[in-house]
């Protein structure tokens, strides 16, 4: 098997209670199921904290069956249970500039809930609580062993993958409400699509050129560079790991460039019916619809 199908996915069949895991083919509509490989698990975290011999992996899964990805297979988050779910705002020059505020000298950190996480395919719940419900298309880094004090020399190695996550925002909340603290803007239900699979490292040569993109309703409303991430993976892992112990399956949500909605003239927030697509090229697609709660 190619390297190129180490796509981690987590999905459910018509009729599951548990959820299994696979590897995604790059065009989405196929996978190739674990299920039944002895000493594998059907859960990615459990996966990444085995530090799995991929080579070994990747043969074991060359014998499995392929599975059609259609109406029966519902891809659920790629990782369902992170320990940490740990967000950066203002990470693009161009972010700040459409808010005109000064580049960050130290990044922004913040957390979303789990309970935001849904899949790439699922709808996102137009909370009546909010008026102003916003986009943001953000890479997601994906810890892959114990970090703690980690040098920034080394910082990438503690990497497993990437995958893609729309920052769903309640600005209202975000900004005006909870005294301009992000969290309860941040963590509604279904407020972080994430998927469709998360792609192990050895697959993006350069993550620091990968473009991403969101639509709404099939208009283009950002179009960005992961280049343009202010604080670079290697000094967020180094600076988190300083305080905080990262664990395998931790994600970092890595910020979002501009075009969000808040900031266009006249704003710009998501209504019930709405279609939101999210993109990182090389990563995948997701596909989300607002709906009434």
């Given at each position: 098997m190619?390297?190129?199908?180490?796509?981690?996915?987590q999905?459910l069949?018509?009729?599951?209670l548990?959820?299994?895991?696979g590897?995604l083919?790059e065009?989405q509509?196929?996978?190739?199921?674990?299920?039944g490989?002895?000493?594998?698990?059907?859960?990615l975290k459990?996966?990444?904290?085995?530090d799995p011999?991929?080579?070994?992996?990747?043969?074991?899964?060359?014998?499995q069956p392929?599975?059609?990805?259609?109406?029966?297979v519902?891809l659920?988050?790629?990782?369902?249970?992170?320990?940490?779910?740990i967000?950066?705002?203002?990470?693009?020059?161009?972010?700040?500039?459409?808010?005109?505020?000064?580049t960050p000298?130290?990044?922004?950190?913040?957390?979303?809930?789990?309970?935001a996480?849904?899949?790439?395919q699922?709808?996102?719940?137009?909370?009546a609580?909010?008026?102003?419900?916003?986009?943001?298309?953000?890479?997601v880094?994906v810890?892959?062993?114990?970090?703690?004090?980690?040098?920034?020399s080394?910082?990438?190695?503690y990497?497993f993958?990437?995958?893609?996550a729309?920052?769903?925002?309640?600005r209202d909340?975000?900004?005006?409400?909870?005294?301009?603290?992000?969290?309860m803007?941040?963590?509604?239900?279904?407020?972080?699509?994430?998927?469709?699979a998360?792609?192990h490292?050895?697959l993006?040569?350069?993550?620091?050129?990968l473009n991403?993109?969101?639509?709404?309703?099939g208009?283009?409303?950002?179009n960005?560079?992961?280049?343009?991430l202010?604080?670079?993976?290697?000094?967020v892992?180094?600076?988190?790991s300083q305080?905080?112990t990262l664990?395998?399956g931790?994600?970092?949500v890595?910020?979002?460039p501009?075009g969000?909605?808040?900031?266009?003239?006249?704003?710009e927030?998501?209504q019930p019916?709405?279609?939101?697509?999210?993109?990182i090229v090389?990563?995948?697609?997701?596909c989300?619809?607002?709906?009434?709660?």
């Open positions: 190619q390297a190129a199908r180490m796509r981690f996915v999905y069949r018509k009729g599951d548990a959820k299994r895991l590897l083919s065009d509509k196929s996978l190739v199921e674990f299920a490989l002895e000493g594998v698990p059907s859960d459990i996966l990444i904290a085995q011999n991929l080579e070994e992996l990747a043969k074991k899964a060359e014998k392929r599975l059609e990805v259609n109406d029966d519902t659920l988050p790629p990782l369902t249970d992170p320990g940490k779910i967000c950066i705002g203002l990470n693009y020059q161009d972010h700040c500039d459409e808010q005109n505020k000064p000298k130290e990044p922004l950190f913040f957390s979303k809930f789990n309970n996480l849904v899949g790439p699922d709808n996102v719940i137009a909370h609580a909010s008026s102003k419900i916003d986009w943001e298309v953000e890479l880094c810890i892959g062993k114990v970090a703690r004090q980690v040098p920034k080394q910082a990438m190695d990497v993958g990437y995958s893609v729309q920052d769903i925002s309640a909340w975000q900004k005006e409400r909870n005294g301009g603290q992000f969290l803007g941040k963590s509604m239900d279904t407020f972080l699509p994430l998927g469709p998360v792609v490292k050895s993006v040569p350069d993550v620091y050129n991403l993109k969101t639509w709404v309703n208009v283009e409303k950002q960005g560079n992961t280049g343009n202010i604080f670079k993976l290697d000094d892992i180094n600076r988190l305080t905080i664990l395998p931790d994600i970092i890595t910020g979002t501009k969000v909605g808040m900031h266009r003239t006249p704003p927030f998501l019916g709405d279609v939101v697509q999210s993109e090389g990563l995948g697609k997701l989300n619809k607002i709906v009434a709660p």
